[in-house]
Nanobody, 122 residues
Framework: QVQLVESGGGLVQAGGSLRLSCAASGRTFSSNAMGWLRQAPGKEREFVAAISRSALNIYYAASVKGRFTISRDNAKNMVYLQMNSLKPEDTAVYYC???????????????WGQGTQVTVSS
């Protein structure tokens, strides 16, 4: 498995921006597709964005498309989520996760970070 540590969460006003980072170690990072998922209080964990090993294939949930950007740096073993035009409904714990192939189903990720809290105030 790959070990993942997220950072960059915090409190931001609606319309603001945050950049989440995820540092990976363990299993060769470049062999993994990566994703960001989130879980709001009282709700199930949901897919946010995913990026393939080479970054050629990228997918977003409809709710964040056009506002969020996922990227990766295989040389640094890092994956990022740039979040712009944040809304109160984006409030959640955000998780970085790894999978063998780029996927949108939360059940198909096999390594998870501990999560970072993002709170968007209105």
């Amino acid at each position: 498995q790959v070990q993942l540590v997220e950072s960059g969460g915090g409190l931001v006003q609606a319309g603001g921006s945050l950049r989440l980072s995820c540092a990976a170690s363990g299993r060769t990072f470049s062999s993994n597709a990566m994703g960001w998922l989130r879980q709001a209080p009282g709700k199930e964990r949901e897919f946010v964005a995913a990026i393939s090993r080479s970054a050629l294939n990228i997918y977003y949930a409809a709710s964040v498309k056009g506002r969020f950007t996922i990227s990766r740096d295989n040389a640094k073993n890092m994956v990022y989520l740039q979040m712009n035009s944040l809304k109160p409904e984006d409030t959640a714990v955000y998780y970085c996760a790894a999978s063998r192939a780029v996927v949108t189903s939360t059940n198909l990720y096999d390594s998870w970070g501990q999560g970072t809290q993002v709170t968007v105030s209105s």
